[in-house]
């Protein structure tokens, strides 16, 4: 990807009226630039927010965009919540077992302090991947002696059952709480039609 590559899609950009992407990238091929480097192109130029891509419709509301691609992630981690409650309760043999211990370390070291530090900072821009992979560990670290201590005061205690369920509804609450303001964000970063 070249200087002038960035100038013609710049040039072509400014000449189409709202180009959608896949017209900006077929009259780049037109051109004469191979679809691969212009897509590439594109891209980085819209990471360098050179370019502007907007979607051509806009989810307007909260259950929308729970059901839009940008929310996939949310549902990614709650189908892993809810297969991780069968794993922990059912599965005490190997190879199995060591599905459950993998999955388990994640879900209690990972999990709660990553939904709330997406809570906290729903901006992708706030905190680079690292400090986001540390936070998180830290706050989940920080977080399961809270719930443990909560779960020693009620009449169920410390045990398996509680500990599993209590985690996976403050991850998912955590999870919810972070789409609600992730759509927040999300509708005061795109232009209203």
Do not use: C
């Not at 192109?41 to 806009?58: F, G, H, N, Q, R």
């Not at 259950?63 to 549902?75: D, E, H, P």
Request: aromatic share 10%.
């Amino acid at each position: 990807m070249n200087k002038n590559t960035e100038e013609q899609v710049m040039k072509i950009t400014g000449s189409m009226n709202n180009p959608k992407l896949k017209d900006l990238v077929e009259k780049l091929k037109d051109e004469g630039i191979n679809s691969k480097d212009a897509t590439k192109t594109v891209y980085a130029l819209w990471k360098k927010e050179s370019l502007d891509l907007i979607e051509p419709s806009l989810p307007s509301t909260l259950s929308r965009y729970a059901l839009s691609l940008q929310s996939l992630w949310f549902w990614a981690l709650t189908a892993l919540v809810a297969s991780m409650i069968p794993i922990v309760f059912y599965v005490a043999d190997p190879p199995l077992l060591y599905i459950r211990y993998v999955l388990g370390s994640l879900f209690v070291l990972y999990l709660p302090g990553s939904m709330l530090i997406e809570a906290l900072y729903p901006k992708s821009q706030d905190l680079e991947r690292l400090e986001r992979l540390a936070l998180s560990i830290g706050l989940s670290l920080a977080v399961i002696p809270l719930i443990g201590l909560f779960l020693n005061y009620t009449p169920w205690g410390i045990r398996l059952t509680p500990i599993t369920l209590s985690l996976a509804t403050f991850t998912e609450a955590m999870a919810i709480t972070a789409l609600t303001r992730k759509y927040r964000y999300y509708k005061l970063t795109r232009p209203h039609p």
